[in-house]
Protein backbone atom coordinates (compact mmCIF):
# COMPACT_ATOMS: atom_id res chain seq x y z
CA UNK A 1 0.00 0.00 0.00
CA UNK A 2 1.65 2.64 -1.34
CA UNK A 3 -0.52 5.71 -0.39
CA UNK A 4 -0.16 8.80 -2.78
CA UNK A 5 2.57 8.92 -5.24
CA UNK A 6 3.64 11.86 -7.02
CA UNK A 7 5.67 11.78 -10.21
CA UNK A 8 8.71 13.41 -10.73
CA UNK A 9 10.21 14.14 -7.33
CA UNK A 10 12.11 16.96 -9.21
CA UNK A 11 11.77 19.07 -12.79
CA UNK A 12 13.49 22.16 -14.06
CA UNK A 13 11.46 23.71 -16.79
CA UNK A 14 12.30 27.16 -18.93
CA UNK A 15 9.76 29.76 -19.51
CA UNK A 16 7.04 28.49 -21.79
CA UNK A 17 7.78 24.71 -21.69
CA UNK A 18 4.74 22.65 -20.52
CA UNK A 19 4.80 19.29 -18.58
CA UNK A 20 2.26 17.28 -16.48
CA UNK A 21 2.48 16.57 -12.56
CA UNK A 22 0.94 12.95 -11.84
CA UNK A 23 -0.09 12.42 -9.12
CA UNK A 24 -1.98 8.34 -7.83
CA UNK A 25 -3.41 7.07 -5.10
CA UNK A 26 -4.04 3.59 -3.99
CA UNK A 27 -6.39 3.54 -1.00
CA UNK A 28 -9.65 3.52 -2.96
CA UNK A 29 -10.07 7.49 -2.05
CA UNK A 30 -12.83 9.63 -3.78
CA UNK A 31 -11.27 12.90 -3.50
CA UNK A 32 -7.99 13.98 -4.60
CA UNK A 33 -6.18 18.28 -4.42
CA UNK A 34 -3.54 19.51 -5.70
CA UNK A 35 -1.53 22.32 -3.28
CA UNK A 36 1.61 24.58 -3.76
CA UNK A 37 3.46 25.15 -1.20
CA UNK A 38 5.91 28.85 -0.90
CA UNK A 39 7.89 30.13 1.52
CA UNK A 40 6.25 31.61 3.99
CA UNK A 41 2.53 31.00 2.55
CA UNK A 42 1.89 27.65 3.73
CA UNK A 43 0.18 25.53 1.15
CA UNK A 44 -2.48 26.97 -1.72
CA UNK A 45 -5.33 25.18 -2.84
CA UNK A 46 -5.18 24.82 -7.02
CA UNK A 47 -7.77 22.25 -7.78
CA UNK A 48 -9.57 19.72 -6.35
CA UNK A 49 -11.73 16.73 -7.14
CA UNK A 50 -14.60 15.85 -5.08
CA UNK A 51 -14.98 12.38 -6.99
CA UNK A 52 -14.05 10.79 -10.34
CA UNK A 53 -15.68 13.12 -13.06
CA UNK A 54 -15.58 16.60 -11.75
CA UNK A 55 -12.62 19.53 -10.93
CA UNK A 56 -13.33 22.54 -9.22
CA UNK A 57 -11.20 25.49 -8.91
CA UNK A 58 -9.22 26.71 -5.68
CA UNK A 59 -7.36 29.24 -4.25
CA UNK A 60 -4.87 29.52 -7.25
CA UNK A 61 -6.07 27.71 -9.81
CA UNK A 62 -4.58 30.56 -12.91
CA UNK A 63 -2.20 28.85 -14.79
CA UNK A 64 -2.97 25.17 -14.14
CA UNK A 65 -5.21 22.62 -15.36
CA UNK A 66 -6.15 19.38 -13.67
CA UNK A 67 -7.58 16.08 -15.17
CA UNK A 68 -9.01 13.39 -12.66
CA UNK A 69 -8.10 10.59 -15.27
CA UNK A 70 -10.19 8.22 -13.37
CA UNK A 71 -10.45 7.51 -9.56
CA UNK A 72 -6.96 6.66 -8.83
CA UNK A 73 -4.76 9.08 -11.08
CA UNK A 74 -5.09 13.29 -10.56
CA UNK A 75 -2.96 15.07 -12.74
CA UNK A 76 -1.98 18.71 -12.82
CA UNK A 77 -0.89 20.51 -16.18
CA UNK A 78 1.26 23.70 -16.64
CA UNK A 79 0.43 24.49 -20.41
CA UNK A 80 2.98 27.52 -20.44
CA UNK A 81 4.94 27.20 -17.01
CA UNK A 82 5.98 31.19 -15.57
CA UNK A 83 8.87 31.70 -13.01
CA UNK A 84 6.24 32.52 -10.55
CA UNK A 85 5.11 28.58 -10.47
CA UNK A 86 8.30 27.53 -9.31
CA UNK A 87 7.24 25.85 -6.03
CA UNK A 88 7.00 22.51 -4.07
CA UNK A 89 3.63 20.99 -6.01
CA UNK A 90 1.68 18.06 -3.24
CA UNK A 91 -1.00 16.21 -4.20
CA UNK A 92 -3.36 14.88 -1.81
CA UNK A 93 -6.52 12.34 -1.48
CA UNK A 94 -9.34 12.01 1.15
CA UNK A 95 -11.84 9.21 1.24
CA UNK A 96 -14.63 11.63 1.11
CA UNK A 97 -14.47 15.16 0.13
CA UNK A 98 -15.81 16.12 3.67
CA UNK A 99 -14.28 18.76 6.06
CA UNK A 100 -14.37 16.12 8.75
CA UNK A 101 -12.15 13.74 6.69
CA UNK A 102 -8.45 13.27 6.59
CA UNK A 103 -6.34 14.45 3.70
CA UNK A 104 -3.23 12.14 2.98
CA UNK A 105 -0.03 13.78 1.21
CA UNK A 106 2.55 12.57 -1.17
CA UNK A 107 6.07 13.43 -0.93
CA UNK A 108 5.77 16.54 -3.37
CA UNK A 109 7.03 17.59 -6.55
CA UNK A 110 9.43 20.18 -6.64
CA UNK A 111 9.20 22.30 -9.81
CA UNK A 112 11.73 25.01 -10.90
CA UNK A 113 11.15 27.44 -13.56
CA UNK A 114 14.04 29.36 -15.50
CA UNK B 1 -13.85 33.00 4.13
CA UNK B 2 -12.65 30.93 6.90
CA UNK B 3 -8.58 31.55 7.48
CA UNK B 4 -6.13 30.45 9.72
CA UNK B 5 -3.19 32.26 11.10
CA UNK B 6 0.18 30.98 12.87
CA UNK B 7 1.25 33.55 15.17
CA UNK B 8 5.96 32.85 15.13
CA UNK B 9 7.02 31.32 12.05
CA UNK B 10 10.25 30.01 14.01
CA UNK B 11 10.12 28.62 17.59
CA UNK B 12 12.89 27.45 19.00
CA UNK B 13 12.65 25.15 22.36
CA UNK B 14 15.07 22.80 24.78
CA UNK B 15 14.50 19.13 24.57
CA UNK B 16 12.63 18.38 27.99
CA UNK B 17 10.54 21.82 27.46
CA UNK B 18 6.77 22.50 26.56
CA UNK B 19 5.79 23.02 23.31
CA UNK B 20 3.30 25.52 22.60
CA UNK B 21 2.47 26.52 18.70
CA UNK B 22 -0.32 28.87 18.22
CA UNK B 23 -3.18 29.19 15.58
CA UNK B 24 -5.86 31.48 15.45
CA UNK B 25 -8.64 30.80 13.10
CA UNK B 26 -11.11 33.57 11.42
CA UNK B 27 -14.80 31.19 10.82
CA UNK B 28 -17.85 32.77 10.56
CA UNK B 29 -19.54 29.19 11.44
CA UNK B 30 -17.95 26.48 13.82
CA UNK B 31 -14.83 25.24 11.88
CA UNK B 32 -13.36 22.19 11.59
CA UNK B 33 -9.49 22.94 12.65
CA UNK B 34 -6.77 20.62 12.14
CA UNK B 35 -2.89 20.35 12.41
CA UNK B 36 -0.47 19.21 10.10
CA UNK B 37 3.62 18.22 10.13
CA UNK B 38 6.12 18.49 7.39
CA UNK B 39 9.32 16.76 8.32
CA UNK B 40 12.27 18.11 6.14
CA UNK B 41 11.70 16.61 2.68
CA UNK B 42 8.54 14.79 3.37
CA UNK B 43 4.46 15.51 2.18
CA UNK B 44 2.43 16.39 5.43
CA UNK B 45 1.04 14.10 7.98
CA UNK B 46 -2.21 14.89 10.29
CA UNK B 47 -1.36 15.17 13.54
CA UNK B 48 -4.93 15.51 14.69
CA UNK B 49 -8.10 17.03 14.27
CA UNK B 50 -11.00 19.27 16.34
CA UNK B 51 -15.00 18.33 14.56
CA UNK B 52 -16.93 20.02 17.55
CA UNK B 53 -16.34 17.19 19.70
CA UNK B 54 -14.24 16.86 22.47
CA UNK B 55 -12.96 20.87 22.38
CA UNK B 56 -9.43 19.18 24.42
CA UNK B 57 -7.79 16.86 21.15
CA UNK B 58 -5.06 14.40 21.48
CA UNK B 59 -3.20 13.30 18.43
CA UNK B 60 0.35 11.71 17.75
CA UNK B 61 3.42 11.79 19.01
CA UNK B 62 2.47 13.04 22.20
CA UNK B 63 0.64 16.62 20.65
CA UNK B 64 -2.34 17.68 22.01
CA UNK B 65 -4.97 21.06 20.92
CA UNK B 66 -7.83 22.60 22.68
CA UNK B 67 -10.32 24.64 20.88
CA UNK B 68 -11.12 27.82 22.47
CA UNK B 69 -14.34 29.53 20.83
CA UNK B 70 -13.94 32.41 23.34
CA UNK B 71 -10.10 33.19 22.09
CA UNK B 72 -10.57 32.07 18.24
CA UNK B 73 -7.50 30.00 18.89
CA UNK B 74 -6.25 26.43 18.62
CA UNK B 75 -3.12 26.28 19.86
CA UNK B 76 -0.93 22.90 19.79
CA UNK B 77 0.61 22.08 22.85
CA UNK B 78 3.26 19.04 23.86
CA UNK B 79 4.44 18.71 27.27
CA UNK B 80 8.14 18.04 26.48
CA UNK B 81 9.80 18.45 23.51
CA UNK B 82 11.92 15.50 21.92
CA UNK B 83 14.36 15.98 19.71
CA UNK B 84 12.47 13.89 17.19
CA UNK B 85 9.75 16.87 17.01
CA UNK B 86 11.53 19.29 14.83
CA UNK B 87 10.19 20.24 11.59
CA UNK B 88 7.09 22.79 10.29
CA UNK B 89 3.99 22.72 12.05
CA UNK B 90 0.77 24.02 9.65
CA UNK B 91 -2.67 24.96 10.95
CA UNK B 92 -5.67 24.27 9.06
CA UNK B 93 -9.05 24.89 8.63
CA UNK B 94 -12.10 23.72 6.36
CA UNK B 95 -12.78 26.12 3.93
CA UNK B 96 -16.30 25.46 3.38
CA UNK B 97 -16.04 24.13 0.07
CA UNK B 98 -14.75 20.57 0.71
CA UNK B 99 -10.83 21.63 1.02
CA UNK B 100 -8.31 22.94 3.61
CA UNK B 101 -6.76 27.04 3.91
CA UNK B 102 -3.17 26.29 6.05
CA UNK B 103 -1.98 28.69 7.77
CA UNK B 104 1.91 29.70 6.89
CA UNK B 105 3.62 27.28 9.01
CA UNK B 106 5.90 27.14 12.27
CA UNK B 107 9.03 26.00 12.17
CA UNK B 108 10.06 24.08 15.23
CA UNK B 109 13.26 23.62 16.51
CA UNK B 110 14.48 21.44 19.49
CA UNK B 111 17.91 22.29 20.83
CA UNK B 112 19.58 19.38 22.97
Known amino acids: NAGVTQTPKFQVLKTGQSMTLQCAQD?????MYWYRQDPGMGLRLIYY???????DKGEVPNGYNVSRLNKREFSLRLESAAPSQTSVYFC?????????????FGPGTRLTVL | AQSVTQLGSHVSVSEGALVLLRCNYS??????LFWYVQYPNQGLQLLLK??????LVKGINGFEAEFKKSETSFHLTKPSAHMSDAAEYFC??????????FGSGTRLQVQP
Open chain 2, 50 to 55: YTSAAT
Open chain 1, 27 to 31: MNHNS
Open chain 2, 27 to 32: SSVPPY
Open chain 1, 92 to 104: ASSLIASPKDTQY
Open chain 1, 49 to 55: SASEGTT
Open chain 2, 92 to 101: AVETGRRALT
